[in-house]
């Protein structure tokens, strides 16, 4: 099914697939839109009465004519060549994860083979790879796949998101707590930060998935489900989530501050593995070695059971 927000509207619309051409509008007619003469080096530019960026003062920045652009917003890019698109990417100051989410659109305006079908969203990890999360001790270590499912961990990475694990509204997704659960707020001091990153994550999946059945399917339910998911979403934002900084308010040893790495797995496409580590001689890092010796005293836990029933395909 697809579906699409209008910002304008203001409602969802339903239907097969992902509706690309009001994808490639939208984020072109932002991007352009929060852009100011100014910060694009245009000199005066006359009354305006929106502060971004004229399409004629964005064809002149490409070098391309006025209709091309004006056929690009209206979210066709069949046949716009590559060359083209990063000439439009700078022009509009786009970064890099807002370049590759262009050209995914673009990939994705191409007609889809019917032989092609698109491979369902990976559920479960290679026991290979459990056995290697199950390897590191000290910090914190799990995987998502593209639809924020946390899909494995270690015992600490299980201990640390177990209010996640254990909330069963949110079936195990990080998209479905962060918007859709109270304690989400509590969990995640840097709440607002966090969502950001969410929607973005999301944002940039869909383009590069937008035949994604079960994708869309979570995207559809926190759009209808969620004021402040449907707020941001409109906003078109993409974003990279491969380094940082997170801070957690964890019910069993409190506050929590970590850096955080991304690596994506490149024998499971769609993966990503995220490791949390502390400031060494850190409150955290006493915090974390306390979030341990719980996790290896309690027995049968709610997560410890969830986790021994779990397949591991």
């Known amino acids: 099914m697809y579906w699409q927000y209008s910002s304008t509207s203001g409602c969802a619309s339903y239907g097969v697939g992902?509706?690309?051409?009001?994808?490639?509008?939208?984020?072109?007619?932002?991007?352009?839109?929060?852009?100011?003469?100014?910060?694009?080096?245009?000199?005066?530019?006359?009354?305006?009465?929106?502060?971004?960026?004229?399409?004629?003062?964005l064809a002149a920045?490409?070098?391309?004519?006025?209709d091309y652009?004006?056929?690009?917003?209206?979210?066709n890019l069949a046949g716009v060549s590559a060359e083209v698109l990063d000439a439009v990417a700078r022009a509009l100051q786009l970064d890099?994860?807002?370049?590759?989410?262009?050209?995914?659109?673009?990939?994705?305006?191409?007609?889809?083979?019917?032989?092609?079908?698109?491979?369902?969203?990976?559920?479960?990890?290679?026991?290979?790879l459990q056995r290697f999360l199950d390897?590191?001790?000290?910090?914190?270590?799990?995987?998502?796949?593209?639809?924020?499912d946390y899909l494995a961990g270690n015992d600490?990475?299980?201990a640390l998101f177990s209010p996640i694990l254990q909330d069963a509204?949110?079936?195990?997704?990080?998209?479905?707590?962060?918007?859709?659960?109270?304690?989400a707020r509590i969990y995640y001091p840097d709440w607002e930060q966090g969502a950001d990153g969410v929607v973005a994550s999301l944002r940039s999946h869909a383009g590069r998935n937008p035949h994604d059945k079960s994708l869309t399917d979570l995207i559809g339910e926190l759009v209808t489900r969620s004021d402040d998911f449907r707020y941001r979403w409109a906003k078109h934002d993409v974003r990279f989530h491969r380094a940082g900084t997170k801070r957690i308010h964890h019910p069993a040893v409190g506050d929590l501050e970590f850096s955080f790495e991304a690596l994506e797995l490149p024998?499971?496409?769609?993966?990503?593995?995220?490791?949390?580590?502390?400031?060494?001689?850190?409150?955290?890092?006493e915090r974390v070695r306390l979030l341990g010796s719980l996790a290896a005293t309690t027995t049968a836990t709610p997560v410890d059971a969830q986790r021994q029933g779990r397949p591991r395909e």
């Open 18 to 57: 992902m509706d690309n051409q009001a994808e490639v509008s939208e984020f072109l007619r932002t991007r352009r839109d929060r852009l100011t003469p100014a910060q694009a080096g245009i000199l005066g530019g006359g009354r305006r009465r929106v502060p971004g960026l004229r399409r004629e003062e």
């Open 61 to 66: 920045l490409a070098g391309t004519s006025v």
């Open 69 to 75: 652009i004006a056929k690009m917003e209206r979210g």
């Open 96 to 128: 890099d994860a807002e370049t590759e989410h262009l050209h995914d659109l673009a990939r994705a305006s191409a007609p889809v083979s019917p032989r092609k079908r698109p491979k369902p969203p990976v559920t479960t990890v290679r026991p290979t």
């Open 135 to 148: 390897a590191i001790t000290g910090t914190p270590v799990w995987v998502r796949n593209h639809r924020m």
């Open 156 to 158: 600490l990475g299980e």
């Open 169 to 183: 509204a949110s079936r195990r997704n990080n998209a479905l707590f962060t918007f859709l659960s109270p304690a």
């Open 267 to 285: 024998d499971s496409p769609g993966l990503t593995m995220f490791a949390y580590t502390t400031e060494p001689g850190s409150a955290s890092e």
